[in-house]
């Protein structure tokens, strides 16, 4: 079993980019994909990135996505953030058959 | 278009039990496996269960074990998710979604149902 760890809040100005870690605790992090989920207030969450960096179609290019060997993490950067952007961010992976979730980022944009 | 639409939530005692449904449209149903994620209030996402295709696997977070039973049933594009023996910390809000098929795995998420466990 492993973990995902994620910061749990970040923030950053308009039009500026920020990125959002995602470490896993054991295993390679390039095993199995890696998701990435928006979830704004009182909203159910969507899929930003999927198979670890691609985009569902109507999510903007300003979402990138990527993998680190080397930290053993995955990172979703998003740019030229608009206030829209404002969020909770969750990063998921499979454990085998098992699901799992970072516990989330929220996100500021102010 | 993918919709999920989840039903079946509300308010039960303490040991009670729930079965929650959520119908599927709008995708080829039997390509993907499908799961149920719980966020409690103010909490983050918790995975639940999940099942397989045809929906001879099941799966579960120790969190659902030997209490929540997940089925599908392919000829109504429909999942379900039984919930015995429930507790408080059972409260959260229920959301079905479009697991991975094949070598996709872009979820799809429903609404949720909120499911209140208190007495």
């Known amino acids: 079993n492993f973990m995902l760890t994620q910061p749990h809040s970040v923030s950053e100005s308009p039009g500026k980019t920020v990125t959002i870690s995602c470490t896993r605790s054991?295993?390679?992090?390039?095993?199995?994909?890696v998701q990435w989920y928006q979830q704004r207030p009182g909203s159910s969450p969507t899929t930003v990135i999927y198979n670890s960096n691609h985009r569902p179609s109507g999510v903007p290019d300003r979402f990138s996505a990527s993998i680190d060997s080397s930290s053993n993490s995955a990172s979703l950067t998003i740019s030229g953030l608009k206030t829209d952007d404002e969020a909770d961010y969750y990063c998921q992976s499979y454990d085998g058959t098992n699901r799992v979730f970072g516990g989330g980022t929220k996100l500021t944009v102010l | 278009e993918v919709q999920l639409l989840e039903s079946g939530g509300g308010l039960v005692q303490p040991g009670g039990s729930l079965r929650l449904s959520c119908a599927a449209s709008g995708f080829t149903f039997t390509n993907y496996a499908m799961t149920w994620v719980r966020q409690a209030p103010g909490k983050g996402l918790e995975w639940v269960s999940a099942i397989d295709l045809s929906g001879g696997y099941t799966f579960y977070a120790d969190s659902a074990k030997d209490r929540f039973i997940i089925s599908r049933d392919n000829s109504k594009n429909t999942l379900y998710l039984q919930m015995n023996s429930l507790r408080a910390e059972d409260t959260a809000v229920y959301y079905c979604a479009k697991d991975r098929g094949g070598d996709d795995y872009a979820w799809s998420w429903g609404q949720g149902t909120l499911v209140t466990v208190s007495s």
């Open positions: 054991s295993g390679s992090i390039a095993s199995t994909y």
